[in-house]
């Protein structure tokens, strides 16, 4: 009567699991995006009202970043293109209105997202 306790908890033989680097980038990417929506609504009047329409958009833009962070945290790869989208969308807003360093600025989150999704993406659906 050899009985393992040990055997009847065994854990799944694959379980994912995000790097801690990775893992804090997407908790920086929901409490920053959020936090930039808000502020970006919130200086709305000061903004000429012909670019109104843009900061609006803008905001919305942050939010859509908070969603797809989240997708990428449940191992979703449309996540990863959305939040990309998201920046790239952004940079272009940044050109059009002359802000090249914003713009540049722009591909720093791309970069690291890009370096700390690698060991995962073979893992996400």
Not at 82 to 90: E, L, Q
């Amino acid at each position: 009567m050899n009985q393992d306790p040990v055997s009847s908890l065994d854990a799944p033989a694959h379980i994912r699991k995000h790097s801690g680097c990775l893992t804090a980038f997407l908790a920086l990417a929901v409490v920053g995006n959020a936090l930039l929506a808000l502020i970006t609504w919130g200086e709305a009047s000061a903004v000429p009202s012909s670019y109104q329409p843009l900061v609006v958009f803008a905001g919305l833009l942050n939010l859509a970043g908070v969603g797809f962070a989240i997708a990428i945290y449940k191992w979703k790869k449309w996540g990863v293109y959305g939040y990309v989208a998201c920046i790239g969308i952004t940079m272009l807003l940044s050109l059009v209105l002359g802000d090249l360093l914003s713009a540049a600025r722009s591909l720093i989150p791309i970069g690291l997202l890009a370096y700390l999704i690698r060991p995962s993406w073979s893992q996400m659906e």
